[in-house]
């Protein structure tokens, strides 16, 4: 981030050649600019290229209010949070102003007050482009007075009288006069206070009880919604959702590879996680995406997975700290940990009720499955299959370390297959070389070519 300019006054201001732009130009420009220089104007978004990014590109454009719908977990925050990126790095306001109004047009009463006083005198502070996003989580609770504002008592209790308009106190959407004001959950407002912003959305100003008062708002609304809300918790008005002239559709991944880049870039993992696991929380996730098991209206959320991410690599830290294993790395074994914890994640039809954890299991094999035919595809496993149909077992479990995992393979540490599936997985070390060979032996178990018991402490392969 660079530093604030020293202009301090309206007069250097003046001085500098400052040109004032309308917010929605600021906007328009500085999209342009980043499309023209062949920057992403939204990074960390993934799956959006060719849908969501250029509907949204064109709305900012044509300087539109926009409303984005979609199921949980899809990246509707991220997305909205994004815009502030394309404000100025820095821009300037009144000193003081209650409102953050440009120097070269106060729009508040006291803020024109001191600008017809003091001239080019004019006190001059600049705000950087984050603090001119604003969020507001949309709550039943939510009143007229946090999104518009209200009478301030205090103000009135200092002498001023009642129907001064500076006893107003400006609520979040005034405040955020030549910025952005994002509203998440838009439907969750009270119909009466999605009817207090139908002003602000098309005549650009505020009416607040009794006062007379217009204030000529520059402000970007941006608001997200679950359709699912239009019938669950409440809707957004028909002449609300008139005033935003752009809706846009959000959805899920819709290839795997973005699915592992939002895991990758949002988990935050405790210890190594091998690629082959990450695409087997992707897949999982997937696999409900398309179950007539899963309630596909509530949506399976980026989140599960991310959570699945985190939670096998604290397994794997776990299993490291009891058995003294310096380097901690997840295994196929972790993956059942995930399903224990996240079921609660997931809405599952009526008629499912009593075969959550059944239907999870059966999806998490599946896609197990999927990724063993991905990564070990023509590779001869008969070796490993002879070895265990002759009475050999391989045990692995929780707390299991790696070194024990591997100690009990037989015949694999004197052939090449063993440095095959390694080489396969990128596998270079004990940790790294027990999650590959455990993949390749549930993949056995799943095309049924060995068998395998579970008590829940260990797994043993025979």
Known sequence: MTHAPENTTLGGLRATGHQLKPLRQEIRDNLLAKLAAGEDPWPGLHGFDDTVVPQLERALIAGHDVVL????????????????????EWSPVIAGSELGEHPYEPVGPA????????????????RHRDERYAEKLATPDTSVADLIGDVDPMKVAEGRHLGDPETIHFGLI??????????????????RIQVAMLNVMEERDIQIRGYVLRLPLDVLVVASANPEDYTNRGRIITPLKDRFGAEIRTHYPTELDDELAVIRQEAHLVAEVPDHLLETLARFTRNLRRSGSVDQRSGVSARFAIAGAETIAAAALHRA???????????????????????GKIEFESGEEGREHEVLTHLLRTATAETVRHHLRGIDLALLVEAIEEGRMVTTGAQVSARDFLAGLPVLGESELY????????????????????????????????????????????
């Open 69 to 88: 719908l979609g199921e949980r977990g899809q990246g509707k925050t991220r997305l909205l949070r994004s815009l502030a990126g394309l404000l100025d």
């Open 321 to 343: 700290t009891r058995q003294g294993e310096e380097r901690p790395v997840a295994r196929v074994v972790d993956l059942e940990t995930a399903v224990d914890v996240l079921g």
């Open 174 to 191: 005034p405040r955020s006069h030549r910025g952005i004001v994002a509203i998440n959950e838009l439907p969750d407002l009270a119909e």
């Open 419 to 462: 440095d095959e599936v390694c080489d396969r997985l990128g596998a270079t070390d004990d940790g790294t070389r027990a999650a590959a060979i455990e993949l390749a032996l549930e993949g056995l178990y799943l095309a049924r070519r060995i068998g395998k018991e579970s008590d829940g402490a260990e797994t043993v392969y025979g």
């Open 111 to 126: 803020s024109r007050r001191r600008a017809e006083e003091l001239g080019d005198d004019l006190p001059v502070t600049w």
